[in-house]
């Protein structure tokens, strides 16, 4: 089909945007092309926030056509977790014809070469910003998160996440030439001289199966990782959340379309309520590579029967700080509260378990009691989220009834340091919010160990006593090496624990956060910069981004001839 | 302890020569730092053609002692393919001593960092270098290579190959950078400052699973990659070749222990007649990486039962040669008669299936039909062999019972082309040496297909009619699919027909050669140039040397901090 898009055009906007990505991750200075604040948007063809609502507004009720091969039904059934029932319908496929039809066009995909796939991705990417507005609506009444969040994490974050991994794919096919002249001399006799062809060609068609809490930041690493790599690409949403990434298929099938390629190398498969379609697609002979973000249960089935498939998983972990010593009691409290707030903690990085030594820290405000940092913790929370309305823009809504339970149910588990607090939404009564509990445990009693080492998804944390650094050094070691972490925090003025909890985390393969006190929370990580999990934990099997996560995603076929 | 060789002095003597295998990877040109001619060793501390004869014949009857920790006995009962009784005896291993006294030395080894890393493994290759011809004769008198292969192919080339696995593993963990500073602008407000560190850590202990045939070739890319990436390695032999790696072992734990490392870092598991340890390594939770060469049944148990460990295997294959037309019959039959004969095809590179029309082939000296090109390659290959000191010098020896028991089946496959011969050979009347045999099949027939769509390891090849190119791309489509291919060669004069091998090629991720007729064949690759398999068909799960290859033996731990 004729292009509207031809690639010099692509190459020539984009390529620019690719260089500074590539000498990103190469510096892991800070960097991003996407903007997060909201008044960047509105200009240059992009939504501004009222154009993003209403946007989002007039995709309520409606069926989002994708004009999917195969589609032999409609399927809708989300509701916010703001109590609003978004009512949009997406078609659901018959895979025997849609996979098939995927596969048709990778061909030209993959002689496109990488340098065009990648401008390609870009401009999938230029055309989700230019939307950000309307996809923070749509992440926001999927995930629950509060609107600056689903903003700034479903927007720019997770487009820095998604360019990281085009960025990653494409310095991976190209280390290789495309061509090269080998001439092996033979003493006295002609040289042996070969001319060589090498070509990155895909696995097959790539399975993002993605999550309810973070559908676009965690789903675009492993979409625009296959994609870039010359692979098809299909997005099975999680059925809670379904919204963001018919979005993002939308986009990518215009994008795809205009400049010259098969749309249907990108689709969505959504599913019925029940259908567990996933275990289904996952051992599919035509799926080779598959991204998954969710529970350790399902995350091990599919290591286990995806054997076809390159399997990359993020799963349960649970996370460590310990609190050992400080020189800024102030920020230090400051800095966990926000950490065990933001989005009710219902993120894969927030951290769960507080390890306090039982005969107290000390700190610049002098020697502080295990129940003085309890009760001082409480108070930076209820602090920060004591007015309501900045409660609500920190919080967000809780998820799903699970996340709810487990939370009440936690107040059980311990002595109550903070107690979780109902508040109500002014503009969505249909929203479940609730401030974190903070439960005291003691480390050293058996009966507390089946608390604090299992994952307790949402806003609950615990603070354990343990005996010493040492300890809680130990602990760690054992929560990282049996139950993963995806981050780890420390607070400590001590040199050597410093370098005892350092050396924790390199031998179990965690990433460490040390003494935050200001801006930076250990639940949150910078595309270009920090790796998101490690893949050498039981928390997750890849860390996002680096070259583990891309190379295997295509392989470099030789085709070599006399010269 | 004390280092008698610093890093320092190590990086002097070695980063020009990393250097320049760097630049090799990336411009895929020819290079080698390690001479294929005889005459090259005897100097420069390296032994020559004699030397090395009498220090392997002073291996004979002798105990090889590692001085490993857990030794508990001696094993020994390798029998060269050419009728010597090795009777070399190796160490024992107590596993749950061996083990954890392998991870003793990780931490220093990982502090070391890439470069450092690097160049120990370069010096390793340096002192196997110089012990080239000593090394020629074990990997003969275990694999049953003629001696000029043993040397080339177990010296130099699997120095090569090595060396590309370091070249690779070092480049992977510089690509990010040791320190970053991270400064994120707040608009008005002061900047977020984090100072980060980022460090490369090993997974664990590398098992290498070495194979009969070629067991330094083989074996030394998974080697040095573990190894250059921080991992420990042991080294688990066939027990029919035991010496080429164990004499690599010794080598690489003096150069650990001179370089201030701890030698444990490398270490041997020989094991006694029947014990099959390597099932019980493969699952032993210190392993975390694992590099296998051998048959499809034990790898395919390998990727399905070692979880615990990141599997790299390569299996068995069928590789095919689509003959359809030629404008050089004669150097097309010289060369195909080089590559069925080498090393009487115990190569998993050899060819097995010649794909010919059976209505016959256009050539440069006229059309052919399929019985005279059955006829021409079978006085091909008696041309080649017709002497039988030259025959002894291409043959080598049959490796162990079970080729000779195929061999001597083929012929009752089908209509004999060219029959095996029996050769003595004039230094070991022990040896077992036979010519490769022809079969000629036809590839309509369905009970001819239960021959040819099987591995027939050895020196059988089958001539398989072929209704037209078309008939003969689908096969190879097929047979690479269904059973894999390391490699595919074709001969062609006909653009379109070159189109349709090569489509069929990249679609099923082979390395495919284009009408050699020289002194390349499609048998042999070259490191730093050509890759060995491709990692996406059954064959094998991975390639040397690429990215995938290496990029998972280690993980990036993250250290962050405010500036």
Not at 110 to 134: F, N, P, Q, W
Request: net charge negative; with cysteine.
């Amino acid at each position: 089909m004729a292009a509207e898009l031809t690639a010099h055009e692509l190459i020539a906007r984009h390529r620019p945007t690719l260089d500074q990505a590539l000498d990103a991750i190469r510096t892991r200075a800070y960097w991003s092309p996407h903007p997060e604040h909201p008044k960047a948007y509105g200009e240059n063809g992009s939504l501004d926030m009222a154009a993003g609502k209403a946007a989002f507004d007039a995709l309520l009720g409606a069926r989002l056509d994708l004009d999917q091969p195969g589609t032999d039904g409609w399927v809708d059934g989300e509701t916010s977790p703001y109590g609003v029932d978004l009512g949009v319908s997406y078609p659901h496929a018959d895979l025997d014809v849609l996979l098939p039809a995927m596969k048709a066009g990778m061909r030209a995909w993959r002689d496109a070469g990488a340098e065009t796939r990648a401008v390609v991705c870009l401009e999938i990417l230029k055309r989700i910003s230019d939307r950000t507005m309307e996809f923070a609506q749509a992440v926001m009444h999927t995930s629950g998160q509060a609107f600056m969040m689903a903003f700034q994490a479903g927007g720019p974050h997770a487009q820095d996440r998604g360019m990281e991994a085009v960025a990653y794919a494409y310095v991976e096919q190209v280390r290789t030439p495309d061509t090269a002249e080998w001439t092996k001399p033979q003493g006295k006799r002609d040289p042996l001289a070969l001319t060589k062809r090498f070509v990155p060609v895909p696995r097959g068609i790539g399975l993002v199966i993605g999550c309810n809490t973070f559908p676009t930041w965690n789903g675009y690493p492993g979409l625009f990782a296959s994609l870039a790599t010359g692979n098809a690409v299909l997005v099975k949403p999680h059925p809670r959340a379904v919204l963001p990434l018919a979005l993002t298929v939308q986009v990518a099938r215009q994008v795809l379309a205009e400049a010259g390629f098969d749309p249907n190398l990108v689709a969505l498969a959504a599913e019925r309520p029940g259908e567990g379609i996933a275990k289904t697609l996952a051992t599919r002979p035509e799926i080779r590579i598959i991204d998954y973000t969710g529970s350790t249960e399902f995350g091990d089935w599919l290591e286990s029967n995806a054997r076809q498939a390159k399997v990359y998983t993020e799963k349960a972990g649970v996370n460590t700080v310990i609190v050992e010593s400080t020189d800024d009691y102030k920020g230090m409290l400051s800095n966990l509260a926000f950490s065990l707030s933001l989005y009710s903690g219902q993120m894969c990085t927030t951290p769960q378990n507080l390890l306090v030594p039982r005969d107290g820290i000390s700190t610049d405000q002098g020697p502080k009691s295990f129940d003085e940092v309890a009760a001082d913790l409480a108070k930076a929370v209820d602090g920060l989220l004591g007015d309501d309305a900045r409660a609500n823009a920190l919080l967000g809504a809780i998820v799903n009834p699970d996340v709810k339970a487990r939370l009440e149910a936690a107040a059980g588990l311990g002595e109550v340091a903070l107690a979780s607090r109902e508040i109500t939404h002014p503009d969505f009564p249909g929203a479940v919010v609730r401030t974190p509990v903070v439960v005291k445990l003691d480390g050293a009693k058996p009966d507390a160990e089946a608390a604090y080492m299992s994952e307790c998804f949402g806003p609950v944390s615990f603070l354990v006593a343990v005996d010493s650094a040492a300890d809680a050094t130990e602990l760690l070691r054992r929560t990282i090496r049996e139950k993963g972490a995806m981050t780890v925090g420390a607070y400590t003025t001590s040199p050597e624990v410093e370098e005892a909890v350092q050396e924790v985390c390199l031998e179990e393969a965690a990433q460490l956060s040390l003494n935050l006190t200001g801006g930076v929370y250990v639940n949150q990580t910078a595309a270009f910069s920090d790796f998101h999990g490690s893949g050498g934990n039981p928390a997750a099997n890849a860390a996002l981004c680096d070259g583990a996560f891309v190379a295997g995603r295509f392989r470099v076929i030789e085709v070599r001839r006399e010269a």
